[in-house]
């Protein structure tokens, strides 16, 4: 029947997802519903765009992803559908596709569908999941959705390159608390080339000088520097474990967070 994800930031306290979930199911009782995060920072497009960029090109053509992130429509933020390589994303227009893609999308469309429901409160319940079940039932977007030129340019929280090196961001917490940099591989070859340099947390106290390739480079609560498998800057804690007497995480020993900045400096 097709692929649905899911991305949110409900959480799994309140019973939000598995309303919307159930309304798929009994729309679709066959579709394949994939959670990718419902543990977004609250309206944090930019964690949200990295979660969904790091995660939607795995997924087959014809996939359809709902984004549940800020999204109450409202003049600048309308409704859309965008198809992005054969996969399609419903969502407030509010930066997140920006934060998805560096190319331009094959189609874009305001929803124009009505929602189930009076209340504004719950689109993701009341327009986004009959919009997903109509796209999934192969019907004809144009029944539901009005074709436009583009969604609305946001501005991805990008690097800074200067003469002392790059200043980045926090654009992600994981589970462990690792922290991840809006900095990749190909940024970070194209201006160091070789050369010695300082990645500058927080303080001039919290140094690392080199990038590990594993995690068991340094001993168990130290910290390191890596790229993930999207080839961005990562901090870590090696394996930092409270319960064990080993210190905490990456985020815990360091104090940051998604949106903290950081410094990478020619030594």
């Not at 583009?150 to 090196?165: C, K, M, Q, S, T």
């Not at 394996?239 to 210190?247: D, H, L, M, R, T």
């Amino acid at each position: 029947m097709g692929i649905l994800t899911l991305i949110s930031d409900y959480g799994l306290t309140d019973h939000y997802v598995a309303v919307v979930k159930g309304a798929v199911l009994a729309e679709l009782p066959d579709v394949k519903i994939v959670d990718i995060s419902h543990n977004v920072v609250r309206y944090n497009v930019r964690e949200a765009g990295y979660m969904l960029r790091s995660s939607f090109n795995v997924f087959p053509k014809g996939t359809v992803h709902l984004i549940g992130v800020n999204e109450i429509e409202s003049e600048k933020t309308p409704h859309r559908i965008v198809k992005f390589g054969g996969q399609y994303f419903i969502g407030a227009d509010n930066g997140i596709f920006t934060e998805l893609f560096d190319d331009v999308p094959e189609e874009v469309w305001t929803l124009t569908l009505p929602s189930n429901s009076t209340s504004i409160s719950f689109p993701m319940l009341n327009r986004f999941v009959p919009a997903a079940c109509f796209i999934l039932n192969g019907g004809d977007l144009n029944e539901i959705a009005t074709p436009v030129e583009a969604f609305n340019e946001g501005e991805r929280l990008r690097p800074i390159v200067d003469a002392d090196g790059i200043r980045g961001s926090i654009i992600h917490v994981d589970s462990y608390g690792n922290l991840i940099t809006n900095v990749d591989k190909k940024l970070f070859d194209e201006v160091f080339k070789g050369k010695t340099f300082m990645i500058e947390l927080r303080s001039k106290k919290k140094l690392v000088n080199k990038i590990s390739e594993k995690f068991m480079e340094v001993v168990s609560g130290e910290q390191l520097a890596l790229f993930n498998n999207e080839g961005l800057l990562m901090i870590v804690v090696s394996f930092g474990s409270p319960e064990k007497g080993e210190g905490g995480s990456a985020q815990q020993l360091l104090g940051m967070s998604v949106g903290s900045a950081f410094s990478i400096i020619f030594k």
